[in-house]
């Protein structure tokens, strides 16, 4: 391109103006990236979510218990292919920052449930051979360092206060790259002995298999209806509004996102704005200068895009470049957010952003130099 | 009014032209009923008193703007009634420009100035680099194609200019006050040039100038007042 140096020198032409303009873009950019993960990680679980699933919990809240009784019952559903429980065990592992779902289920109901859970054949049958054992996902288990075979404790301030002391039998890993893996399974035979006297044959909550995704809204009915005025009626819903509901405790997500994202942009659009109109104010006598010469009109407006948009997408790229490195190294908090993570489609949306806003930026000032009448130009200078 | 026809008919012919600008409701006429003719290799200086027309003319003469009437015709071509994206084509293959306040792009160094008008063309990088260093080899600063203009002295960045208006040879160059900014030493080498030019090469030039030093070196001289010429000097 050979027109390439005129670009990079006008851009180059007023340093410390190009590189603070540069700065607050690339500042832009990386919240943008961010502010996408933690969206992702809060939200990205909707539409992971099996569409052929169902979730049923008590009808009051979560943390009202259903009797293990009702998954016998729920199978005689029609519509129903298979139903498992999961309870919420709410343990501690030495510290409660440190902090890690862990549930009781039935492992190979369950296991056929979650087909997203990857566990090798022969850690399964060491689960099924081990009342005490427990496996716990690929996530937990690199930031905790546990290895098969360690005896991890685990206090339960629910259960009662006691240390319950479980043997990692399997480290399952996810299907896809969202699946969360941060949570311990172990069996409900050995929780289901050994907790208090009060919550025997109590669980959480149910997921349920539709055998037609199409019908899931009538299953959903269908077990509702079924323990109507019974002392736990239950309220049924599809996986993916499961999980939007614990994203909505939060207020609606993406909304806060593109709200603060949406005044970030107009600020970044009113500094680059200025700046683009600056550059080409102070050189029009050169504009002029370069009509002479004999540069068209359109050659004029392709210069003055061409360098908003390079300014646009250099900042734009540094900064999601950036904020791809700081996702990709995980969760930052720890553990509150396993799915926290910069998308493709948010890398792509963010590129294009920057485009659009090196276009919106540039038109305007370029539209100024394509007009520029030549002679009058020339006796600006 | 008569013009010394050299060899056939003139390369500039300006026939009849008015030009006013129109500033609010005001019309500010600054060329009436002018006639000009410039034959090819002619070096034509043109003078007057600030506000004249000069520039206006010289501007009507270079494809930079269109009289309110008349016509101007450039090596057989109405330029008149070009387009802006017609006259744009036309000043990248006809015309060079010099300025009085040199104009050099300041973020461009002195090569890359000069290979300006040479982006225009379909030349390849190392055809341009030829003729980039002819051009500077020409007006003698061979050895300062990598500085940049705020780095030179007014005569060297007007040699610059000079060099980039010629870079491509075109039909025309135009000067307008090219010594104007410059003290006498630095004013006469660009004359020099410019006299150079049109003896050795054969390039046709009208200067705009204040200076009858500089206007000497001219082969003729058109005094302009009140956008009319008033006398003319062939030498
Ligand atoms: N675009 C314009 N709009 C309004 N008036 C203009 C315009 N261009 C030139 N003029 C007027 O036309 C007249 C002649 O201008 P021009 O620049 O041709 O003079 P000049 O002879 O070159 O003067 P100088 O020696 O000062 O350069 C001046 O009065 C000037 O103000
Ligand atoms: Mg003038």
Same mark, same amino acid.
């Given at each position: 391109m050979k027109f390439a140096h005129l670009i990079w020198g006008n851009l180059a032409r007023k340093k410390l103006r190009t590189t603070l303009t540069l700065l607050s873009i690339l500042v832009a950019f990386v919240l943008y990236g961010i502010l996408c993960a933690v969206k992702q990680a809060l939200i990205g679980g909707v539409a992971l979510a099996g569409a052929d699933r169902l979730i049923v919990r008590h009808k009051v809240s979560i943390i009202q218990l259903l009797p293990e009784s009702y998954q016998a019952r729920m199978e005689k559903i029609p519509g129903v292919a298979a139903a498992v429980h999961q309870t919420w065990f709410g343990g501690i592992y030495q510290d409660p920052k440190n902090f890690f779902m862990q549930s009781p289920v039935v492992p190979e109901e369950f296991m056929r449930m979650f087909p997203e859970f990857l566990l090798p054949p022969e850690q399964m049958k060491a689960w099924l051979a081990t009342r005490t054992g427990a496996v716990v996902g690929r996530n937990t288990a690199d930031r905790f360092q546990f290895k098969i075979g360690d005896k991890i404790p685990i206090q339960s301030p629910i259960w009662g206060q006691k240390t319950w002391e479980f043997d990692l039998v399997g480290i399952y890993d996810g299907a896809k790259k969202g699946t969360d893996t941060t949570a311990m399974f172990f069996r409900y035979d050995f929780f289901n002995e050994s907790?208090?006297?009060?919550?025997?044959?109590?669980?959480?909550w149910y997921a349920i298999r539709v055998k037609d995704p199409a019908q899931a809204a009538e299953v959903a009915q269908r077990v509702d209806a079924e323990f109507e005025n019974s002392p736990a009626e239950t309220r049924t819903e599809p996986e993916g509004a499961f999980v939007q509901g614990f994203a909505n405790q939060m207020g609606n997500i993406a909304l806060i996102v593109a709200s603060i994202l949406a005044a970030v942009f107009f600020t970044i659009l009113l500094v680059t704005g200025s700046t683009m109109s600056q550059a080409v104010r102070e050189r029009l006598g050169e504009l002029g200068v370069l009509k002479a010469i004999g540069f068209t009109n359109g050659q004029l407006l392709g210069f003055v895009l061409a360098e908003s948009c390079l300014l646009a997408l250099l900042g734009g790229g540094l900064g999601l470049g950036l904020a791809w490195l700081f996702a990709a190294r995980g969760d930052p908090t720890g553990g509150m957010l396993p799915l926290f993570h910069l998308s493709t489609g948010d890398l792509v949306t963010g590129v294009a952003i920057a485009l659009g806003l090196g276009l919106l930026t540039g038109i305007f000032p370029a539209l100024t130099a394509m007009r520029l009448h030549v002679a009058d130009a020339l006796r600006r200078m | 009014m008569s013009q010394p026809q050299s060899n056939g008919s003139p390369l500039v012919r300006i026939d009849g032209v008015e030009k006013y600008f129109q500033r609010g409701a005001e019309k500010i006429h600054v060329l009436a009923e002018l006639n000009l003719t410039v034959a090819p290799g002619e070096f034509l200086a043109l003078m007057g008193p600030?506000?004249?027309?000069k520039s206006t003319l010289l501007n009507l003469i270079g494809g930079l703007d269109r009289p309110t009437k008349g016509t101007v015709t450039v090596a057989g071509e109405r330029i008149d009634q070009l387009s802006d994206r017609q006259l744009a084509d036309w000043r990248a293959r006809h015309i060079g420009f010099v300025f009085q306040l040199y104009? &050099?792009? +300041?973020? &461009?160094?002195a090569e890359r100035n000069v290979e300006l008008p040479l982006l #225009?063309?379909? #030349? $390849?990088g190392a055809q341009r680099a030829k003729h980039v260093a002819a051009a500077l080899a020409l007006v003698g600063l061979s050895h300062r194609?990598?500085?940049? +203009?705020? $780095?030179?002295?007014g005569g060297e960045q007007q040699r610059v200019g000079i060099a980039r208006g010629i870079v491509t040879d075109p039909t025309l160059l135009l000067c307008d006050e090219p010594t104007g900014d410059l003290d006498r030493k630095a004013g006469d080498e660009i004359l020099d040039l410019l006299g150079a030019l049109n003896r050795e090469q054969g390039k046709t030039i009208v200067m705009v100038t204040h200076d009858p030093h500089a206007s000497a070196r001219a082969s003729r001289t058109v005094h302009l007042f009140k956008g009319q010429i008033t006398s003319e000097a062939v030498k």
């Open positions: 907790r208090a006297e009060r919550g025997k044959g109590l669980v959480g | 600030s506000g004249s027309g104009n &050099l792009i +300041p973020v &461009l160094n #225009l063309t379909h #030349l $390849t194609a990598k500085h940049f +203009p705020r $780095t030179m002295s």
